[in-house]
């Protein structure tokens, strides 16, 4: 089992600004999974934010963040970021840190092994 925990959300955010959201994971080894993002916004349903491969060496970025968000991970403190900047209005969501024992980049959460609590990002216009 693997558990992950959110955290850097919950606050306003101007748009136009950045937060740096984290999520730490406990139980098996963290270096054996890939890592993702995923949101929610309210009345949707989840949606792909971003994905990174176990080395770090390889990503992936819905469109609608690309240039604007950066997902990086760092094995020896079982920690995955996802750095936000240019926040726009309609990021406004819950993002859910996820992983995966596969070797998967993409958007199908069904193929997502574990997921944390969420973590509430609000941007105002």
């Known amino acids: 089992q693997v558990q992950l925990v959110e955290s850097g959300g919950g606050g306003l955010v101007q748009a136009g600004g950045s937060l740096r959201l984290s999520c730490t994971a406990s139980?098996?080894?963290?270096?054996?999974?890939?890592m993702g993002w995923f949101r929610q916004a309210p009345g949707k349903s989840r949606e792909f934010v971003a994905t990174?491969?176990?080395?770090?060496?390889?990503?992936n970025y819905a469109n609608s963040v690309k240039g604007r968000f950066t997902i990086s991970r760092d094995n020896a403190e079982n920690t995955v970021y996802l750095q936000m900047n240019s926040l726009k209005p309609e990021d406004t969501a819950k993002y859910y840190c996820?992983?995966?024992?596969?070797?998967?980049?993409?958007?199908?959460?069904?193929?997502?092994?574990?997921w944390g609590q969420g973590t509430q990002v609000t941007v105002s216009a």
């Open positions: 990174i491969s176990r080395s770090g060496g390889s990503t």
């Open positions: 139980g098996r080894t963290f270096s054996s999974y890939n």
């Open positions: 996820t992983a995966t024992s596969r070797y998967y980049f993409g958007s199908d959460r069904s193929l997502y092994d574990y």
